[in-house]
């Protein structure tokens, strides 16, 4: 941390992380498990950020990072030691954000900015036959290929104290995402009711876009004609302060799910949290 004045601050971070796992044929035998293999995992996440204090108005903080992994993982079967998973994969992520915070009075407040993120990823993976937990042949599968993708959004929320104890949060997102020219539009909007200094009533509505995952989106050129998939979110409930360092909060909450694509020989599973998982 480095402060440049008394109105620019400049951050820079740094995260390294090596992880190694050895499964061997003898340990998984032991344990009656079906598969044995070996897991090499290296990330790298380093940032700069810099916040700029515009005086007694508001303020930004814009940030630059790059993101480094390499994912090496092998894994055979027991029974016959043939090899079920061969993966070499490296991704880099070259990230720009800014957020600005303007307080245009007392009772209303702005928050705003816009972010781009652009993706290298390298994929070298083979996945052999099987059968999975319900009896279905699942085939071989081979994904190799060089995957570039560019993200950019802009953002905007409106914090309204419509009075002493009602607070009102109207907001909205417009994301662009390259590979499947798509524009999306996520609408939101929260609210804050305190019936005292301890309790008060919460709830939030809003639209939230996940985009592809590489790794699905590499197995097959027809997939940059797929819709972005997106969830609404309902969330409604109560928050009471029962001690200085207690709180306890009370939630219900709904989450529908739109464009999620299915596996039509695993309709069961999310397909999404497979590619994140491999």
Known sequence: VYNLSDNHKLTVLDV???DYIDYNYDQAKDEGDYYYGRTKVNTNAVGVNWRYIWGNSGYSNTSFAHNYSLNDNEYSEIVNKTVQ???YSKEHLFSFRNVNYWKLSENYKLEFGVEAKYGMQDFNAHYAEYFDNS???????SVIKDLETTKAGVFGVYHL???KKLTLSPGIRLDY???NKTTDISPRISFMYKFDENTSLNGSAGRFYQTIPGLFL????????????????????ISHLLSENTRLTIEAYDKEYRNFPIDPIQPQFFVFDQAVET
Do not use: R, V
């Open 16 to 18: 390294f992380a090596n």
């Open 85 to 87: 998973l061969d993966n």
């Open 177 to 179: 995402f390259d590979y």
């Open 218 to 237: 590499a197995q097959s050129n027809a997939f940059n004609k797929l819709k972005t998939p997106y969830a609404d979110h309902y969330i409604l409930g």
């Open 161 to 163: 104290q419509l009075a």
């Open 135 to 141: 009896g279905n042949l699942i085939p071989e599968m």
